[in-house]
């Protein structure tokens, strides 16, 4: 299944001699033809919605210190999924777009629980964001949107196709430059991220605690080949064996021509994590 849902499928209609047609070649009814004008019509205002947030985001930032919870915002796309959005407070436009995929957990919260230093997923990027622990080269040079998982273990339960029309819901609503987006994941958000990567749509990824157990087929790794990966992952992790990363690292490394592939390996878990999560960090 490691290359289900390469890309996404855009259902295009088009419109036949005795009215529209659907993508699969059907006839639409009129009233058909109407509710899709209206779905449409409804995507774009909640788009327009985004874009007004995005920019208020920036006006209340800039009147009040980086670091707080304030400085995310919470968006949702009725077709897929709701996230947490943090942009700098500068003016500039197309900044480049970290999209952040965390590891599993209940997720049977909000959103906002990502920024949650003390939550399931204390220590990815959102709550460092909102505790004022992010690196200023983030922070300063970023845009970061970060979906929640809710009602779902992980987002490795999801096809591949919504998270890619999610991401491009989000860019159509934002002031990003879509040719620098890069993807980060953790755990099995890790897994997803380089499934994501071989669609050859992203920048380049980084990758935390990779559990993917198997072998990469040949046509992943060929459509992999020349994007830049930096992987982590500590020699004691109890979920994920540390293995996972190095198998991958040697695959990648093989079909690559250029040397894009970096390889942080750690003897121990460098947050301190202990018993049934030690290294998984």
């Known amino acids: 299944g490691y290359l289900r849902c390469r890309s996404r499928c855009f259902a295009v209609g088009a419109e036949g001699r005795n009215?529209?047609?659907?993508?699969?070649?059907?006839?639409?009814?009129?009233?058909?033809?109407?509710?899709?004008?209206?779905?449409?019509?409804?995507?774009a205002l909640l788009a327009a919605s985004l874009m007004m947030t995005m920019a208020s985001r920036r006006r209340v930032c800039a009147q009040g210190p980086a670091g707080t919870v304030r400085d995310l915002v919470k968006v949702t796309d009725p077709e897929t999924y709701s996230a947490l959005v943090y942009s700098p407070p500068s003016e500039r436009d197309s900044l480049p777009l970290l999209v952040v995929l965390p590891g599993a957990g209940r997720n049977d919260k909000d959103a906002w629980d990502l920024a949650n230093l003390k939550g399931e997923h204390g220590g990815l990027i959102p709550s460092l964001i909102a505790s004022g622990q992010a690196p200023k080269e983030l922070t300063e040079n970023f845009c970061v949107v970060a979906p929640y998982a809710a009602g779902k273990k992980s987002f490795y339960e999801e096809p591949r196709k919504k998270m890619l029309?999610?991401?491009?819901?989000?860019?159509?609503?934002?002031?990003?430059?879509?040719?620098?987006?890069?993807?980060?994941?953790?755990?099995?958000?890790?897994?997803?991220?380089?499934?994501?990567?071989?669609?050859?749509?992203?920048?380049?990824?980084?990758?935390?605690?990779?559990?993917?157990?198997?072998d990469l087929p040949a046509l992943a790794c060929e459509r992999l080949k020349n994007i830049p990966v930096w992987v982590f992952h500590c020699a004691d992790d109890v979920i994920f064996p540390v293995k996972c990363s190095d198998k991958l690292v040697k695959r990648l490394k093989e079909v690559n021509s250029r040397d894009v592939v970096r390889y942080s390996r750690f003897d121990?878990?460098?947050?301190?994590f202990t018993g049934s999560v030690r290294g998984h960090s």
Do not use: H
Not at 268 to 272: A, P, R
């Open 19 to 43: 009215g529209p047609m659907g993508a699969n070649g059907s006839r639409l009814s009129t009233g058909e033809s109407l509710l899709d004008e209206i779905a449409v019509v409804r995507r």
């Open 165 to 214: 029309a999610f991401i491009e819901w989000f860019c159509r609503s934002s002031p990003v430059d879509t040719s620098r987006i890069f993807l980060f994941g953790f755990s099995d958000g890790a897994t997803e991220v380089m499934e994501l990567a071989s669609t050859r749509r992203f920048a380049g990824c980084i990758v935390c605690s990779y559990g993917f157990t198997g």
């Open 268 to 272: 121990k878990d460098q947050e301190g």
